[in-house]
């Protein structure tokens, strides 16, 4: 098993569920973004009273395996989804009022109204100046101004996304790569794919205050059509790895809970602090150092568990690559079972309505489940036969009635391609 080969390179959030706002377009690529892309455009100009500089989009992410390595330097098995984050954007023009001010606006507005907004100037702006939905852009604007030689200038950006919050598919990523990809070519800034998850990570881990790792922004970032991204997320070596799931009959359903969660609160980042308390314990800069049959009993019972599950799960991750490379791709259902176990015992990460929905769907038919995402809540993925999607999906919605919880939203995602200007 070895380490990602080199990526060959072609060229959350604020858009939950639908809210008066939203525009009718749907998801997808090609012509649907095409679509949608003029209807933001059109938007922009009603909200703004000019025409954008162009439109971009970024997508969310699942990720397929590797859940809890990336800030610990270890192997992630993403791929970015079609479900995305679209921005309008227009910079300002030095002659106009206010050329240091950032509006900014989303179809998504939470309290039922036509669009959620939000303001700010750029000088001075710092951690915890813009809240909500527009700490996702502001963060991006924040860590380019911190930039040599860039300067960032004020600008008009409307939002639109088909990405759940709260679902574990990384829909405050795709904000704010939508945005730094945007900003990226309008500046003519020439940063690589790889900077510009580094910046986004800066963005998320110092503006917005959650210590997320680097795979989210580099899945919405490297993602392609009908593959996964094997990523290295202590070097970002990248390889595209097939994921040909039409052609082996299957589909990846995801099953929103609907239990919401949020990486700035205390669970994801007392998870991390184990990892580097362990690691430091163990004399390691990370746990992505540590032998995978490394003696644990020097740590506390609680320690041992999370750096256990980390140790693992980077074998799965390694193990689940090596199946598809050989197109065994029904061959990965057995290890996303055993990434589930391992996050729901080890990491502790799980929770009632996601061990529902895995459970129910391996009864009734999918080859492998497993929640997905930063957990307490979010989504689980079900890899299942086409020929059971139904059985699966009604399944679960009757055990999530029976149960008497909310009903969870269930959806079929397809390996999309990255970010880019549509």
Known sequence: MTAPRTHQQTTSPSTARPGAGRLTGGQGAGGQD???AVELAGRFAEVYGHAPDGVWRAPGRV????????YNDGFVLPFAIDRSAMVAVRLRRASEPDP???ELASTYAPDGGLLSRARFRIPGLAPGAVGDWGAYPAGVVHVLGGLEAVQVPGLALLLDSTVPVGAGLSSSHAVEVATIVALNDLLGLGLERAAMARLTQRAENEFVGAPTGIMDQSASLMGRTGAALFLDCRTLAAETVPLPLAEHGLAVLVIDTRVAHSHADGGYGARRASCEAGAATLGAASLREVPADADLSALDAVTARRVRHVLTENARVLATVERLRAGDVDGIGELLVASHTSLREDYEVSCPELDL?????????AIGARMTGGGFGGSAIALTPATQEDQVREAVLRNFVDAGLQTPEIFTVLPADGAQRV
């Open 63 to 70: 990720n397929l395996i590797g859940e809890h390595t990336d």
């Open 34 to 36: 095409a679509a949608r």
């Open 357 to 365: 929905a895995v459970d129910t769907a391996l009864a009734a038919g």
């Open 100 to 102: 240091e001010v950032v």
